[in-house]
């Protein structure tokens, strides 16, 4: 599929897929677009938004799940805690750092399980997915 030609929307459906468990590179796409002239800012707006909601379509699907139904698929009652204690004390914070690549997407997913406040959660995840953007357009432009 041309992402290119679906303008603004292709580049939010990519970023939005791409927060999921679909392997797909948002950023070479945004690139992409920076390549085809598209407005920076626009750009800029449009894929973190669409990042974001990926994200969040993660959490929610983890809130669907059980934490009983977790524990027991992870099968390591010391790993399963460990996760536990990490996510209790940083919580909402995680956000920050769900835009890490191979961790980002099953770390939204635990921050559902286990409920995190999804406001802050969710301009946390915000801020950090749009200072990614941020950096990969500001070095495009150097």
Do not use: H
């Amino acid at each position: 599929m041309d992402y290119i030609e679906l303008g603004y929307f292709g580049l939010f459906l990519v970023c939005f897929l791409s927060a999921t468990i679909l392997p797909l590179a948002s950023e070479a796409v945004l690139l992409a677009f920076l390549a085809y002239q598209f407005d920076p800012i626009t750009c800029l707006l449009v894929a973190t938004l669409g990042n974001t909601l990926g994200g969040m379509t993660n959490y929610l699907l983890g809130m669907l799940g059980k934490t009983k139904t977790l524990k027991q698929l992870m099968n390591n009652k010391a790993k399963f805690d460990r996760i536990t204690l990490r996510i209790e004390k940083y919580s909402v914070w995680l956000g920050l750092i769900t835009w890490l690549p191979f961790i980002g997407d099953p770390l939204t997913i635990f921050l559902g399980y286990f409920r995190v406040k999804f406001t802050p959660l969710f301009l946390l995840a915000f801020l950090g997915k749009g200072l990614r953007y941020y950096v990969i357009i500001f070095l495009w432009n150097q």
